[in-house]
């Protein structure tokens, strides 16, 4: 149950006289956040954000990570993991049983009753420049999945072929927003911008030689795009480009 309709329902006890006010007050002292130990959740996020927290999988312990995700399940949350390896997902999941995760994407979650299903008829296009920036598009097209928004995927359409991008023109064009996922140079961005009349968030990866520094490179490209209209997120960040593009396809 997420907090608004923890929230509606606490007030419709207090209406119909079936909750005291005092019980109530109690109840709604634990919705902005809670400190379990491991982590202090924050309750309020999708009062205020639209969707609940997303917990970042790495670096914590497999004990931390229990103590989350029951925390969240017993108050029948959707729980959304990112950044999780699959042996870490295995050893999770044989204690909580109820989580999916998709491998490419490394991220495991679980809805409690959420939709999840897209909505409407507008979606996200994710475009990627290669095939080793599969893994990060991935994690941004399960983002926005799992936010319910659809998703249109084109991928290993980069510069070095550029006549592949062209037959998907018109996908692109009917796109509310459009990720563009791109390693080595990160030129593809700047090239989609151009032809379409839709925001693009850039995201730099860290696919490239020597010279690409791990990112730094197409990062650099892409925040200096002379086509207006492109944002950039951080490299490899997939799920921070899947998050804005469905805030974006929201309005």
């Known amino acids: 149950?997420?907090?608004?309709?923890?929230?509606?329902?606490?007030?419709?006890?207090?209406?119909?006289?079936?909750?005291?006010?005092?019980?109530?007050?109690?109840?709604?002292a634990e919705l902005p956040f809670k400190d379990i130990g491991v982590a202090t959740i924050d309750h309020h996020r999708v009062l205020r954000r639209g969707f609940p927290e997303v917990i970042f999988g790495e670096g914590k312990t497999?004990?931390?990570?229990?103590?989350?995700?029951?925390?969240?399940?017993?108050?029948?949350?959707?729980?959304?993991i990112t950044r999780l390896p699959e042996q870490m997902f295995s050893d999770l999941n044989a204690d909580i049983g109820l989580l999916e995760y998709d491998r490419d994407a490394?991220?495991?979650y679980h809805l409690s009753g959420r939709p999840g299903r897209a909505r409407g008829k507008n979606y996200i296009a994710v475009v990627t420049a290669g095939t080793s920036?599969?893994?990060?598009?991935?994690?941004?097209?399960?983002?926005?999945?799992?936010?319910?928004?659809?998703?249109?995927?084109i991928h290993d359409v980069g510069v070095a072929g550029v006549h592949r991008l062209f037959r998907h023109l018109r996908i692109l064009r009917k796109a509310q927003v459009v990720i563009v996922v791109a390693g080595m140079e990160g030129a593809l961005?700047?090239?989609?911008?151009?032809?379409?009349?839709?925001?693009?968030?850039?995201v730099p990866t860290s696919v490239g030689y020597g010279a690409s520094f791990k990112g730094l490179a197409p990062l650099l490209t892409m925040m200096n795009s002379c086509s207006p209209g492109v944002s950039v997120v951080n490299i490899d960040n997939g799920f921070g480009a899947g998050y804005i593009a469905s805030l974006i396809n929201k309005n």
């Open 106 to 108: 490394l991220m495991a």
């Open 189 to 202: 961005a700047s090239v989609v911008s151009g032809l379409i009349a839709r925001p693009v968030v850039a």
């Open 62 to 80: 497999l004990a931390q990570l229990k103590t989350i995700v029951r925390h969240f399940l017993d108050r029948r949350k959707p729980v959304v």
């Open 1 to 28: 149950m997420d907090s608004i309709t923890h929230t509606r329902r606490l007030l419709t006890k207090v209406k119909n006289r079936t909750m005291s006010v005092a019980r109530a007050l109690d109840e709604l």
């Open 133 to 153: 920036d599969y893994r990060v598009a991935r994690e941004a097209v399960v983002t926005a999945r799992l936010m319910g928004h659809r998703v249109r995927l």
